[in-house]
């Protein structure tokens, strides 16, 4: 779960499961007062049919979870937003005569909407896969909420999956084919993205995990580093 400051509220927010059972089946919420830490409210809400497809691309029993919340947001409406990342590290032992090492994987990203009653309005899920051995600021993501759309920055392949019924799916990228893409979710759940900048004019990676949001967060700084090549990159929002 993680906790946001509402308009005199404290509002936690997050996945539950069902008992005795670790994997997520929807969004939790609960509107706590803030004056003696009561609860003055809870919903449980089940994740969309929508969200299902987008991650499984059909109907069925749901197996989420590693979720770990990247960023939340309060639009003008009160309403509230949750962006999360699937992120685990595997350890892999290579036995007797082989080399020890750890799996950092930074896989699917899932968007949730609130009313401010805590009744869920939408649920997404954007398909993608990222590994590394290291913990890579250019793999993950960097996210900010402007205008009523929530606005998703990542690296990944320029060959995008086109999947059914509206989904996504973004293939890993490595650093001689990493484009960085923004992603939208605008006010009613639906998706648009584009490359902003194409790997033909990059001679880095960019820390996409790692922006600096400036002005309100009117623009955006990216750093790239490839060996001893350093790039910045500054995006503007409009």
């Given amino acids: 779960m993680t906790t946001v400051i509402g308009e005199n509220k404290i509002i936690c927010a997050g996945f539950y499961s069902d008992r005795k059972d670790t994997r997520y089946k929807g969004v939790v919420h609960f509107s706590i007062n803030p004056d003696d830490l009561s609860i003055q409210s809870s919903k449980y809400s089940p994740f969309s049919d929508q969200f299902i497809i987008d991650k499984y691309g059909k109907d069925k029993d749901k197996d989420l979870r590693n979720i770990v919340f990247r960023n939340s947001h309060i639009d003008a409406d009160n309403n509230l937003i949750l962006a999360g990342e699937e992120h685990f590290v595997r350890f892999v032992n290579g036995g007797q005569m082989g080399n020890s090492y750890i799996n950092y994987f930074f896989m699917d990203i899932i968007a949730v909407k609130l009313d401010p009653d805590g ?5 997404r899920n954007i398909n993608k896969g990222q590994t590394a051995l290291v913990l890579d600021p250019a793999a993950s993501y960097s996210s900010t909420y402007k205008d009523g759309k929530l606005l998703f920055f990542i690296n990944g392949n ?13 293939p890993d990228a490595r650093n ?63």
């Fill in 119 to 123: 009744d869920l309005i939408w649920s």
């Fill in 158 to 170: 320029d060959k995008v999956k086109k999947m059914s019924k509206d989904r996504i799916g973004f």
């Fill in 176 to 238: 001689k084919n990493m484009n960085m893409f923004a992603i939208e979710i605008d006010k009613n759940g639906d998706f648009n993205y584009q490359i902003i900048v194409p790997e033909d004019d990059a001679d880095v990676a960019f820390g996409v995990s790692e922006g600096i949001f400036l002005n309100n967060g009117e623009q955006i700084i990216f750093q790239g580093r490839l060996k001893r090549k350093k790039q910045i990159a500054k995006l503007t929002l409009k």
